[in-house]
C-alpha cells in the first residue's frame, strides 16, 4: 500500500510513540535499535497505527536517553546507521505509515562539538552559540523543570569562569537563539533529516528557546516567531511534513503554538492529558469538559495530539495545587512514584491494572477531539519499575512473548539496556504480544478492535466538532462528534459504581442508536429523554443511525 497523499493525514492517524531502544533489539547487544524496528512493522500495521514517533537517535552520552546529543548528523551507532534509518523510513512509508522524529532543539548535550569549541575561551566562534553570564542571578525566578535535581538553570564553568544557562539538566547547555547562526544550524539539521524522507518532527521543549529579563523565559514572541520561520521552511521546501510541539503550558499558551496556522501543524494536548485522570479520580466529567471547552477552538487544518502517558512522568506542572494533591493522592501512593512534579507509572498500573478502567481511557483518547498518541506496550498492558531511577521504569524492553528477555534481544539477560519487568502482575510472560494475540479477549485484541472502528468512523472522531450534552449526573461524560450531518455519541461512566443519565436526544428524533464496536442497535429516539444505565467505568459510542431496520434487529 503506498503512503496516501492526503495533506492533513495527521488527523487521520493514530500515532505511536517508541524509543528505538526498547522495541527490538535484531542484533543481540541488548539495544534495540533500527532494523528491529523494521522488524516489527507489521505489528504497528496489525494494530491500526499510521503514524510513529521516534524518541531521539542520534549520537549521544544518554544522560538525558538521547535528549542530550551530542552529533545532530548521526546516529548512535548502537541503534544502527543511516542507512538502516532509511531502510525503516521506506519501509514504513509502504505501508502507509508516516515516521516523525524527535527534534531537539532548545539545548545540546556538553558533549556536543559546538559547546567543546564554546569552552575554549570566551572569543572562540562558538562561543556565542550557548547563552554565558558572569553572574547567576540573571533571569532569576525563572522556574527549575528537573526540581529534583537542578537547583538552579545556572552551571558555573570553571575553565573559563562564567556561568551557562540551562533549562534541563546541567550537562544540557540551552542554545543561544539570539546567534543568527544558531538558528541556521537547526534549519539544516532540519533539513538533513527531512531529505530522508522523514515526514515531521515533535519538537522537543518548545517554549524556552529565548531569554529576555522580566519574564519567565517560556513562550517569547520572539519564540513563536523562530518557529514561524521553521514552519515556512517546512511548508515550502517539504510540503507534506509536519512539526508538533511539546509545549507543557496552561491551554491559552499551549494553543498560541498553532498560530494562525503558520506555526506548528500539532501540539500535545498537555492540558487535557492530567484531567482526564483527576476526572477519574474525582468520578466528575467537570474536568475534561473544562478543559476542552479552554483548548478550543483551534484553527482548521491544526489537532491536538492526545496522550494518556509517555516516556517521562505523568507531568503535574500544569494543574492547580489542589488538583496536583488529588493526582498524588490517586495514583502516586509510595514516594517513589513521584518525579519531579510528575508521576512516574505507566498506564496500567496507574489504574490498578483494572480492565473497564483502561478500555474507558483508551476509549476517551480515540473519541475526544484530537489525534491519539500511543505510548509503546501500553497496549498491552505493560508493567512499570518505578526502582529503576529517572524515568527508566517506563523505558523497558517491549514485551514480544513469553521467551527469554520477553523476546526483544537474545543478549544474556545482564545485557540488556534495562531488565525487563518481572513484577508478578504485568510479568513478560503473560503481559506480551504473542500470548495477547492468541487470546481473544486480551488488551491488545481490544485495542486493535478499537483501532479498527476508530479508522471506520475516522472523519467524524477525525475531523468533527465535539459538543458536551447536559445532564444531571455529574459522573456521566456526554458528548456528541458530529460531521456532515452525522453523528456520534460518547457517553463515560467515570464512576466506580453503576449509574443512570437521562440525555436530551429528541433533536435526533426518528435515529436509532448503533453501538459502534458491535453494531448492536438500541431503540429509536423519541421525544422523551433517552435513558442509559451504564456499569462502574463502562462507555458506549452510538452512531446515530437512520432507523431504517426492524424493531426486532
Ligand atoms: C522533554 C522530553 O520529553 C524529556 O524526556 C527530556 O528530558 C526533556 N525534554 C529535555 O530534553
Do not use: C, E, I, V
Given at each position: 500500500m503506498p503512503l496516501d497523499d492526503s495533506k492533513l493525514w495527521y488527523r487521520d492517524a493514530i500515532f505511536y510513540e517508541v524509543p528505538i531502544k526498547s522495541f527490538y533489539d535484531s542484533n543481540g547487544d541488548g539495544i534495540g535499535d533500527f532494523a528491529g524496528m523494521t522488524k516489527k512493522l507489521d505489528y504497528l500495521k496489525d494494530l491500526g497505527i499510521n503514524g510513529i514517533w521516534l524518541l531521539p537517535f542520534y549520537k549521544s552520552p544518554l544522560k538525558d536517553d538521547g535528549y542530550d546529543i551530542s552529533d545532530y548528523y548521526s546516529i548512535l551507532p548502537e541503534y544502527g546507521t543511516i542507512e538502516d534509518f532509511k531502510i525503516l523510513i521506506t519501509e514504513a512509508h509502504a505501508r502507509n505509515i508516516r515516521v516523525i522524529a524527535d527534534l531537539v532543539l532548545n539545548h545540546v548535550s556538553d558533549q556536543n562539538s559546538w559547546f567543546r569549541e564554546a569552552l575554549k575561551g570566551k572569543d572562540n566562534p562558538k562561543r556565542d552559540w550557548f547563552v554565558w553570564s558572569d553572574d547567576d542571578a540573571k533571569y532569576s525566578g525563572v522556574r527549575v523543570i528537573f526540581s529534583d535535581t537542578e537547583m538552579s538553570n545556572w552551571a558555573w564553568e570553571p575553565k573559563t569562569k562564567q556561568y551557562y544557562w540551562h533549562r534541563f539538566y546541567s550537562h544540557q547547555p540551552d542554545l543561544n537563539y539570539d546567534n543568527p547562526e544558531v538558528r541556521e544550524e537547526i534549519k539544516n539539521v532540519v533539513r538533513f533529516w527531512l531529505d530522508m524522507?522523514?515526514?515531521g518532527f515533535r519538537c522537543d521543549a518548545v517554549p524556552y528557546l529565548f531569554e529576555r529579563e522580566g519574564t519567565s523565559c517560556e513562550n517569547l514572541p520572539e519564540t513563536h516567531e523562530y518557529f514561524k520561520e521553521l514552519r515556512k521552511l517546512v511548508d515550502t521546501e517539504f510540503p507534506g511534513t509536519i512539526l508538533l510541539a511539546e509545549a507543557n503550558q496552561w491551554p491559552t499558551d499551549a494553543k498560541a503554538y498553532f498560530g494562525n496556522e503558520d506555526e506548528f501543524h500539532m501540539a500535545f494536548n498537555f492540558p487535557l492529558m492530567p484531567r482526564i485522570f483527576i476526572a477519574l479520580a474525582t468520578e466528575s466529567a467537570a474536568p475534561i469538559v473544562n478543559i476542552i471547552n479552554q483548548t478550543l477552538p483551534i484553527p482548521p487544518t491544526c489537532d491536538w495530539g492526545i496522550f494518556l502517558r509517555n516516556h517521562d512522568e505523568l507531568t503535574l506542572e500544569m494543574v492547580t495545587d489542589e488538583e496536583r494533591d488529588i493526582m498524588y493522592n490517586e495514583y502516586a501512593k509510595l514516594p517513589k512514584m513521584r518525579l519531579n512534579l510528575g508521576i512516574r507509572r505507566r498506564l496500567a498500573p496507574l489504574v490498578d491494572n483494572d480492565r473497564p478502567t483502561i478500555e474507558l481511557l483508551y476509549a476517551l483518547l480515540l473519541s475526544l477531539p484530537g489525534t491519539p498518541i500511543f505510548y509503546y506496550g501500553d497496549e498491552l498492558g505493560m508493567g512499570d519499575n518505578i526502582y529503576l531511577g529517572d524515568r527508566n521504569g517506563v523505558r523497558t524492553p517491549m514485551q514480544?512473548?513469553?521467551?527469554?528477555?520477553a523476546g526483544f534481544s537474545t543478549a544474556d539477560t545482564e545485557q540488556l539496556y534495562s531488565p525487563p519487568i518481572t513484577n508478578p502482575n504485568y510479568h513478560y510472560e503473560t503481559v506480551n504480544v504473542e500470548s495477547e494475540l492468541r487470546l481473544p479477549t486480551s488488551l491488545l485484541n481490544w485495542v486493535k478492535k478499537m483501532t479498527r472502528v476508530r479508522s471506520k468512523f475516522s472523519d467524524i472522531l477525525g475531523h468533527g466538532d465535539v459538543e458536551f450534552l447536559q445532564h444531571k449526573n455529574r459522573r456521566i461524560l456526554a458528548y456528541i462528534r458530529t460531521i456532515d450531518g452525522r453523528n456520534m455519541l460518547c457517553i463515560f461512566n467515570l464512576s466506580r459504581r453503576p449509574t443512570y443519565v437521562e440525555l436530551d436526544l429528541s433533536r435526533f428524533k426518528g435515529l436509532r442508536p448503533v453501538e459502534a464496536i458491535t453494531d448492536a442497535k438500541f431503540p429509536a429516539i423519541g421525544d422523551l429523554p433517552y435513558f442509559f444505565t451504564m456499569p462502574p467505568r463502562s462507555f458506549f459510542w452510538l452512531s446515530l443511525t437512520e432507523n431504517d431496520f426492524k424493531e426486532d434487529d
Open positions: 524522507g522523514l515526514d514480544w512473548s513469553f521467551d527469554r528477555n
